[in-house]
């Protein structure tokens, strides 16, 4: 495993009340530095290989390559080469699985995660995590790779809520978490590389929670 400084325990609690109390919560410097810097290493050498392929929109037949509505890059992170930061990164995310399962009842199982690289100029225009013919993502988790992002080098998460819009700059360390069925978001466009992990918890197909 690789070292890091260990997250509290309470800052999965308060990431568990908000995604409770509004369905979503945004975390700055939630991810120890090295950590991410390792992350981001392995993210620009995914991309400058040319490992990383260019994400589609749809599923199953109706996927297509649309940059106009999502221009990211992406490689599973199942897919990628052994690394220890990533045991490291999936093994929070179980930890945080195990606080939202504690408080919110979700039975999340399994905890799917790519690499995502935006080119500058790409984006992720509006939409919702969940998809219609399949709803066992339940709850949606972006980790920001990108040190030393300055306000105008754009590329924030919007999320469309009731009370408006928010925007979170893509800052290294910052993790948003949302509900994949009911928080409408986007990704804008940066003027840089923009590099990120975006994951889903899901739910058993056979949960009686589903809907
Ligand atoms: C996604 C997504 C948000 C982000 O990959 O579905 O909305 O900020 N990502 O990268
Ligand atoms: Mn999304």
Request: proline share 7%.
């Amino acid at each position: 495993m690789f070292e890091f400084p260990e997250v509290s325990v309470s800052r999965y609690e308060l990431i568990a009340d908000e995604l409770a109390e509004r369905g979503w919560s945004v975390q700055d410097n939630l991810l120890p530095g090295p950590l991410v810097q390792a992350l981001a290493e392995q993210c620009r050498a995914l991309w400058q290989q040319d490992r990383l392929t260019p994400a589609a929109i749809g599923r199953g037949g109706d996927q297509a390559v649309v940059p106009e509505i999502r221009g990211d890059y992406t490689r599973w992170l199942d897919d990628c080469p052994h690394h220890a930061a990533n045991a490291t990164y999936l093994a929070l995310m179980d930890t945080l699985r195990g606080a939202l399962n504690r408080s919110l009842f979700l039975g999340l199982d399994s905890f799917e995660t790519h690499f995502a690289l935006y080119p500058p100029g790409a984006g992720y225009q509006r939409h919702l995590d969940r998809f219609q013919n399949s709803p066992l993502r339940a709850v949606s988790v972006v980790a920001y790779l990108n040190q030393h992002w300055q306000p105008g080098d754009g590329g924030e998460l919007r999320l469309h809520l009731d009370s408006g819009v928010r925007d979170f700059p893509p800052r290294a360390g910052t993790v948003a978490v949302f509900a994949s069925a009911d928080i409408e978001h986007e990704v804008l466009a940066a003027g840089k590389d923009r590099a990120s992990l975006a994951g889903w918890f899901r739910r058993r197909p056979d949960n009686p929670l589903l809907r």
